[in-house]
Each structure stands twice: as structure tokens, then as C-alpha cells.
């Protein structure tokens, strides 16, 4: 008869588990790096399952190997696949961790739905760029691509150049108090209410071959709506319900 491991042994998938502690604990240091949003320190779910299933029992004497907690933990030495020909649901009280050592891919035919009562944090190149020195992609094939801030700013930075480009219609910059360009030398165009100022320590130099200078107009330009405060019916639903969350209304 073959030898086996003693009862409750589970040293690769514990090795396994050891990988995840260090990919994670990795991954959300170089968040903190590059400041966006990392695993809070204050909540170690890896290490505490770690620490669950490398526990040990005393049987007759003799320490064995055994699980902490009422949990199930399953290995597997290459691939592990679950399919399920309809629905599958991934459901927990606090954490769900996802990782791989290489590539990961969520596909979905129809929505693909991303929600969460806080923040929602993404980091690309964190180790190097990918395929066409590309570190974050966002592509619609179709239709358009909205972004919001519904209360708070919104901010755009890069180390380099950044290029707005509309390949066939027009771009639009609209705010409801000012809009200001500056660069670093001290010249800047601000537009505030009815009014255009334009400033700058050196030359002005304007080159066109006619000049028109007319009386004063207005445009007005629709701003978009943003939800401003909390629904008092979704309140009083979500308590009802016992959920922690409730929606904003404009």
C-alpha cells in the first residue's frame, strides 16, 4: 500500500495559500506606490486562513494537522475548473480574493456590473507595461463612455503629454464658474462668468488674416444633473430591508 499524508495534511495547498499572502501583500504595496486605493492593513483575510488551516490538533499525544475554523479549502496541484451550465454565485460575509500569478480574464456576453459601498481601485504597469507599452486600456466598440465625479473633483494627471481628440465632430469644455488654462512659465487664459482674462509675463501674439471685434453676446451651455442627496423612500427601504446602503437622488 502506498504511504499517505497523515489525516488533515494539507502542506501544498497551504504553500499554495503562502504564494497568495505574498502576491497580495505585493500588489498592495505597489497601490500605495502609486496612490491608489490598497488592502487595508487593519484586515488580513489571507493570513487569517493561513493561519486557520496550518493549525494543528492533539490527538492522543501527538500534534496532527487540522483546521482552526468550520472552513473548506480546496487544492489542486495544476488546474482547478468549476463550470456550471446556468448560474454560479460567489457570496461572503467580509472578503473576496481573486488572484493569479499571470493573466486574468472576466468575460461576461451580456453587463458586466462592478458596485461597491466604497472605493474601487485599479493599477496597471505595476510591475511593467503590457502589450503595446499599454499599462491601463479603456475602450467602448460602441456607444459612449461616461465618467462621473457626482461629488467630488475629478482629476486627470499625467507625467507626460495628454491628448483630447475628437477624430469627427467637436470637443466641448463647459463649467459653471470658470475654466482656467496655465502652464508653468506664469501665462493663463481664465474664463469666469461673462468674462475672458488673459495674462501672462511675456508676449500676447496673435496671427489671423482678419480681425472682427463685435458687441457682447451669451451663450448658454446645459450643464448636466448630478444626484445630490439621499433618497428618503431608498432610506427608508434599505432599513426596512436591514441593508447598511441607500442611493442619492438629484
Request: charged content about 15%; aromatic content about 4%.
Amino acid at each position: 500500500m502506498a504511504r499517505r499524508d497523515p489525516a488533515g495534511d494539507n502542506a501544498p495547498g497551504i504553500a499554495l495559500l503562502k504564494q497568495a499572502v505574498v502576491l497580495a501583500e505585493t500588489f498592495g504595496k505597489a497601490a500605495k506606490t502609486h496612490q491608489t486605493v490598497a488592502c487595508s492593513e487593519n484586515v488580513a483575510p489571507l493570513k487569517a486562513l493561513l493561519a486557520s488551516v496550518s493549525g494543528m490538533h492533539d490527538m492522543d499525544g501527538s500534534e496532527v494537522p487540522h483546521v482552526k475554523d468550520p472552513i473548506i479549502a480546496l487544492s489542486a496541484q495544476a488546474g482547478l475548473g468549476l463550470v456550471a451550465g446556468q448560474n454560479m454565485q460567489m457570496s461572503n460575509g467580509e472578503t473576496v480574493a481573486l488572484m493569479s500569478g499571470l493573466d486574468s480574464q472576466f468575460i461576461g456576453g451580456g453587463q458586466w456590473r462592478v458596485h461597491t459601498g466604497q472605493a474601487i481601485g485599479v493599477l496597471g504597469g505595476a510591475v511593467q507595461a503590457g502589450d503595446d507599452n499599454v499599462g491601463l486600456q479603456l475602450i467602448a466598440a460602441r456607444n459612449t463612455i461616461e465618467l462621473q465625479a457626482q461629488s467630488d473633483v475629478m482629476k486627470i494627471q499625467a507625467r507626460d503629454e495628454i491628448d483630447v481628440i475628437s477624430a469627427n465632430a467637436h470637443i466641448d469644455w463647459a463649467a459653471a464658474k470658470s475654466i482656467s488654462l496655465s502652464t508653468a512659465g506664469g501665462a493663463n487664459i481664465t474664463i469666469a462668468g461673462g468674462n475672458i482674462t488673459v495674462q501672462c509675463p511675456g508676449k500676447i501674439i496673435i496671427h489671423a488674416g482678419k480681425k472682427a471685434f463685435t458687441g457682447p453676446t451669451r451663450f448658454a451651455y446645459p450643464l448636466p444633473k448630478m444626484p445630490h442627496s439621499v433618497c428618503k423612500r431608498c432610506k427608508r427601504s434599505a432599513a426596512a430591508s436591514g441593508s447598511p446602503f441607500s442611493m442619492v437622488e438629484e
